[in-house]
């Protein structure tokens, strides 16, 4: 009979309060139960499971006038529109000047500048993994 109700339990370590010398003792009997069954796959798909259900991006404005007066796509919140693009006097210089094309090469930068430094240990920090991975340089 001992086996019988052992079987049901699983060997874990837990404090538990004993009542006849109120002291706690580890005792290394807790009745467990298995894991539910796994659901079967419904709908196309190979892997185990529930099937992923297909993520739809953002919707797509093609409306010409909304581009053209609203920052489409600049609003993070849930609710609200898209703020209106302004004049062009109305934002700070420092905008206009920003390098949106691809970054500098080294031969483009003057050596004694701090973004010349940072920009060649960035390129030697790649070249020494691509080594580490027997990759070619």
């Known amino acids: 009979m001992a086996n019988s109700i052992l079987r049901f339990?699983?060997?874990r370590t837990v404090a538990?309060?004993?009542t006849y010398n109120n002291i706690f003792v580890?005792?290394?009997?807790i009745q467990c139960r298995s894991y539910a069954k796994k659901p079967v796959a419904k709908?196309?798909?190979?892997?185990?499971?529930?099937?992923k259900e297909d993520l739809k991006g953002p919707e797509v404005c093609k409306d010409p006038v909304k581009l053209c007066t609203y920052a489409v796509g600049v609003n993070i919140f849930k609710e609200g529109e898209d703020p209106p693009i302004k004049n062009k006097e109305d934002?700070?210089?420092w905008l206009y000047q920003l390098n949106l094309g691809p970054a500098k090469t080294l031969s483009e930068m003057e050596p004694d500048t701090l973004e010349y430094i940072k920009r060649s240990r960035k390129m030697h920090i790649w070249r020494q993994n691509k080594?580490?991975?027997g990759k070619r340089v």
């Open 9 to 11: 339990f699983c060997i």
């Open 16 to 18: 538990v309060l004993n």
């Open 26 to 29: 580890n005792s290394r009997l």
């Open 43 to 51: 709908g196309k798909g190979k892997g185990k499971g529930v099937a």
């Open 91 to 93: 934002y700070p210089e």
């Open 131 to 133: 080594l580490r991975k």
